[in-house]
């Protein structure tokens, strides 16, 4: 697109160009001190000589042409599509007045050191520009010959004689500007203009995550119901025997942790937003939210952060030094920004978003119109970003979660009915939650022989 726009600048340009000429006479002023240079300016650049010079010299009909030909049509058509075309004078302009005004507009006169005067004229006629230069330096030598000083009374020029020491010619390129030089110019400037303006639409969408502007909206995708693998204990009904039960305890928790890490690996940028919830509330969930982070957030080049959608659970209220630490809350409610809300948690690498000042029902943080936006971008800072959740089947406004597609983890209780861990699962697929892990860790032997997980 940027080359696109600057070739067609550039072809614009060039056809809409107008180049202009200048051409340059040179006269010499013998004068006994530099103010006969200064009187000869100040008579060459008087709009009573140039009036005399068109009359004398005929030059109204040619310098009050529009000049350009078919360059200038389109200069002025180009003006006028753009809306910038020049109001008509309220009264008719005569072609004396028309000419004197290309004569202002174009004359340049100055000494150029040693008695001379160097008269250059610019217009887009390189024939009309040697033709006005010589008109004015031939008029000038006549009245200085003849004395005719007669317009000039009022700047009382000296007396000194003068001659023509280079006469001018027509140009044979044009001063500026130039087709090839102004299109060359115009393209490169179009092409640097939309190449920086696409550069910061991308810098505004891939820092989504710093303001809530420049945050896409999330993809809402449906993603097919899809069973992950269940880790941990199984779910036993109350009669299970003592064999079982012996058996569920071998089993230790740091290895259901690391199963449950070796998997949100395994699915890379699929597991890019994970979403810790159970069946009902527990601690275990927010423990598990926890210990996941910061399993995964041991790897150097791994960028961890836990969202506390959680916030009953009084293992999320200590990750901060501050109590009153921004959160969550703050986030939703625009108070403050990414930098503020996202704080590093002090036992390991792993960043969190406490809940935030004022939470009080995980309801109204699930619900909030933000969250995806904020969950969204934090996806595209966040190798992994795990969302500390509360039950979430028959939530209001968790399929706004849902639409997400995270990778949902689903902590189930140990020794429970199997039932209550396939209506668990089912409530949350009913929301759209399409790729489901179940996890049943082992429970905590009184004898303290299993360490606690988080």
């Known amino acids: ?14 056809e809409i160009t107008v180049p202009r000429y200048e051409s340059r006479a040179r006269l010499w002023i013998d004068g006994r001190d530099a103010a006969a240079g200064r009187d000869g300016v100040k008579v060459l650049s008087s709009r009573d000589f140039a009036r005399q ?21 389109l200069a002025g058509a180009a003006l006028h599509l753009a809306g910038f075309s020049v109001l008509p004078d309220p009264a008719p302009v005569s072609r004396e007045t028309l000419a004197l005004r290309t004569v202002e507009r174009g004359l340049d006169v100055r000494q150029v050191g040693g008695g001379q005067v160097a008269i250059d ?7 009309l520009s040697a033709d006005v230069a010589n008109a004015f330096a031939a008029t000038y030598v006549e009245l200085r010959q003849t004395r005719d000083l007669h317009p000039q009374a009022a700047v009382g020029p000296s007396a000194a004689p003068a001659r023509v020491i280079a006469t001018a010619v027509p140009a044979g390129t044009a001063r500026w500007p130039t087709p090839l030089l102004t299109s060359l110019v115009a393209g490169i400037a179009t092409f640097l203009l939309v190449f920086g303006f ?3 639409v991308r810098r505004r969408q891939g820092a989504a995550g710093h303001e809530f502007g420049a945050v896409p909206m999330p993809e809402t995708t449906p993603h097919p119901l899809q069973h992950l693998p269940w880790i941990g204990a199984a779910t036993g009904e109350q009669e299970v025997g003592a064999e079982m039960a012996r058996s569920l305890r071998l089993l230790s928790r740091e290895r259901e942790h ?10 890379g940028v699929a ?31 791994r960028r961890v952060v836990v969202v506390c959608l959680d916030v009953a659970s009084p293992a999320l209220d200590g990750l901060t030094g501050d109590p009153r630490a921004p959160g969550l809350t703050d986030l939703l409610t625009g108070v403050c920004g990414f930098s503020d809300a996202i704080h590093r948690e002090s036992a390991s690498r792993c960043h969190v ?3 935030g000042r004022g ?38 406004g968790a399929g706004r979660l849902a639409a997400l597609s995270p990778t949902t983890i689903l902590v189930t209780q140990p020794g429970g009915p199997a039932t209550d861990a396939v209506q668990a699962f089912d409530a949350l697929a009913s929301l759209g939650f399409g790729e489901i892990a179940m996890i049943t860790f082992t429970p905590e032997a009184d004898e303290k022989t299993f360490s606690r997980a988080a």
């Open 258 to 267: 690391a199963d449950l890490s070796r998997l949100i690996e395994l699915r």
């Open 271 to 301: 597991a890019r937003l994970v979403t810790v919830t159970g069946g009902r509330p527990d601690e275990s969930i927010a423990r598990c939210a926890l210990a996941l982070g910061r399993s995964l957030a041991e790897a150097a080049e």
């Open 198 to 200: 696409q550069s910061w």
């Open 353 to 355: 978003i406490p809940p």
């Open 53 to 73: 010079v068109i009359e004398t010299r005929h030059l109204a009909t040619r310098l009050a042409a529009p000049a350009g030909g078919s360059g200038g049509a």
């Open 1 to 14: 697109m940027p080359a696109l726009a600057g070739l067609t600048i550039a072809a614009a340009f060039g």
């Open 359 to 396: 939470a009080r029902e995980a309801d109204g943080l699930v619900t909030a119109e933000r969250l995806p936006l904020i969950l969204t971008a934090l996806k595209q800072t966040y190798d992994h970003v795990i969302v500390a959740a509360p039950p979430l089947g028959g939530m209001p």
């Open 121 to 127: 004229f610019t217009s887009p006629d390189p024939r």
